[in-house]
């Protein structure tokens, strides 16, 4: 299996600008999970999905942030307008319905200048 | 008040030697699962070992095992025989489960140096 994938590895945008990160899961898993990494937060849970439907978006920071799923095997993040301290490596995850782990793609490093 | 505590600075252990990385975490659940996710410098995170809050055995994966302990609501994580590629950001996470909502909060995260 290719594992999750996400894209783009590397962004870079200027402030004020849409974002939009892409994530894969594993074919087959129930539940898909973004995250995002910062230095002074660590590691929080932004949104995740349940087959397709948003299950709990509490970590979503604000209305300039927005996930979709619309099939089972593609989600996306969008930033817009992206701010600087929107700057940090997003994670996608993924799990089988009756599993414990999670399963994390390689991130996506975002820079906003 | 934080869910899972992850206090130490930075740890430091010779080749060959074990070392433990410490968690403690927060829930009032019953039913809950306690992980560990190492992070290499190379940024992706990868699963270490799973327990379960009902497992009576610590769980071990190999070089890892996780030392349980229920009552002080700990987790922490052992490492025999340390390797130079054990040295990496650790991070301890806890899944509650409640109706339908089924998530993993994590630690700070500790910084493990394996020196030669």
């Known amino acids: 299996d290719a594992g999750v994938i996400q894209s783009p590895r590397h962004e870079v945008t200027e402030m004020g600008q849409e974002v939009t990160l892409r994530c894969k899961p594993i074919?087959?898993?129930?539940?898909l999970f973004w995250y995002r990494q910062t230095m002074m937060r660590g590691l929080e849970l932004l949104i995740y999905?349940?087959?397709?439907?948003?299950?709990?978006d509490s970590g979503m920071p604000e209305d300039r942030f927005s996930a979709k799923m619309p099939n089972a095997s593609f989600s996306t993040l969008k930033i817009q307008p992206s701010e600087p301290r929107d700057s940090a490596v997003y994670f996608c995850?993924?799990?089988?319905?009756?599993?414990?782990?999670?399963?994390f793609g390689p991130g996506t490093r975002l820079t906003v200048t | 008040a934080q869910k899972i505590t992850q206090t130490q600075p930075g740890m430091f252990v010779q080749e060959k030697e074990a070392v433990t990385l410490d968690c403690t975490y927060d829930?009032?659940?019953?039913?809950?699962?306690l992980f560990w996710y190492k992070q290499p410098s190379s940024g992706e995170m990868i699963f270490l070992i799973y327990?379960?809050?009902?497992?009576?055995q610590n769980a071990t994966e190999g070089r890892y095992s996780l030392n349980f302990q229920k009552a002080r609501k700990s987790a922490n994580l052992v490492i025999s025989a340390s390797q130079l590629g054990d040295s990496a950001m650790y991070f301890c996470?806890?899944?509650?489960?409640?109706?339908?909502?089924?998530?993993?909060?994590f630690g700070k995260g500790i910084t493990l140096s394996v020196r030669p």
């Open positions: 995850a993924s799990r089988p319905g009756q599993g414990y782990e999670q399963y």
């Open positions: 074919s087959g898993h129930d539940y």
């Open positions: 999905f349940n087959n397709n439907v948003p299950i709990d």
């Open positions: 829930t009032s659940d019953q039913s809950y699962g």
């Open positions: 327990q379960g809050s009902y497992d009576e």
């Open positions: 996470a806890m899944r509650e489960v409640t109706g339908a909502n089924s998530k993993l909060t």
